[in-house]
């Protein structure tokens, strides 16, 4: 096998890989506006995935959690961790996390699934069951 085949054999691999993970940059959309919102980067840790907001868009109508008890009560929403404890359960699938939403203050249950490719993510928050909750589907950045 040639050098050159090598390379890109390992080069459509790693781009393969790169694709089969949540982490990354994912730009959300606004439920009302369907304009751009925020900018989360997605990031392992240990064998978790977390989420945390780095950027806020225009059509974030928040930039502090007035609605937030507790540690988060008034602080800015960027810098915010809205996403814990996902874990990955096959190439596309991830269960068992928690999902913070600053505008209610509220955490949720939540699990994300790899859609399109791999370049959007579909989030979904819940109370209990799956089906008492609701879906946002993010596109990534990088």
Known sequence: MSKKLLFVLMFSMATLTSAASIEGKWKTIDDKSNQPKSIIEITKSGNTYVGKVTELLPAATATVCDKCTGANKNKPIKGMTILTGLKKVNDTD???GKVFDPESGNTYSGSAKLINGGKSLELRGYVGIK???????WQRVQ
């Open 131 to 137: 089906l008492l909750g609701r879906s946002q589907t």
């Open 94 to 96: 991830y269960e068992n």
